[in-house]
């Protein structure tokens, strides 16, 4: 017997991108979720359209959102997606066979590609991206103390879909990449700082520089151009500023 699968997704004023996902990836669900953190545009009149059943939650960061998502959904296996990803037809075909044949383990992990400007990124620390997000419930749940990058953490073993499952179109702009690169290292500096260590002075320049280094040499984004350029810069930027703002919290605590 075929597993039945919700497909759930958590969203704030997204409907165009939210329409484009759902047009991928509606074929292989039988419930879908959308979980709305109180959007201002046409976000849950599209997600209605495609037949989801819509919830409305105010947000309440990213592991907490997702959790509650998860503990709403109408069946065990769940696919998780971000409105800004589309299922690949390979992705669609492999999920419903390994839902007929039965899975293997208590999560997947799905491969996923990633788009700047139209064009496929193939270098940097945005190539060999994957991402767990097809999973059984009953076997797992969100760390809900990670502020930002939230992962499902499953108790069991895990494997790989094994086909490049999601493109991913996250930015659009360079404004875009660099606000999401602020809000992001504004969470992660709360999440050091809640640690309670002590942070070197050197470390916003050795962290900044390593990660320029891991993508723009070692990972080959140089060969990307322009937005290989741009992503490796704003990541560096990101790992800069979440050590030195850190460090301006801790200041601002001794005083």
Known sequence: ??????????????????????????????EILVVDGGSRDATTTVAASHGARVLQHPWCGFAAQRQFAVEAAGNDWILMLDADEVLRAQGREAIVELLRTGPDAGAYFLRRCSYFHGKRIRHGDWAGDRVLRLFDRRHGS??????????????GP?????VLALDHYSYETYQQLLQKMQRYAQLSAEKLVARGRPIAAHAPISHGLAAFLRGYVFRLGLLDGVDGAAIAGTNALGAFMKYAMAREMLQAERR
């Open 1 to 30: 017997m075929t597993i039945k699968l919700s497909l759930v997704y958590v969203a704030q004023d997204c409907a165009a991108a939210l329409d484009r996902s759902l047009r991928s990836s509606v074929a292989v669900a039988d």
């Open 142 to 155: 969100y760390d809900l103390s990670e502020a930002v990058h939230e992962s499902w953490h499953c108790v």
């Open 158 to 162: 895990t494997a790989e879909l094994g």
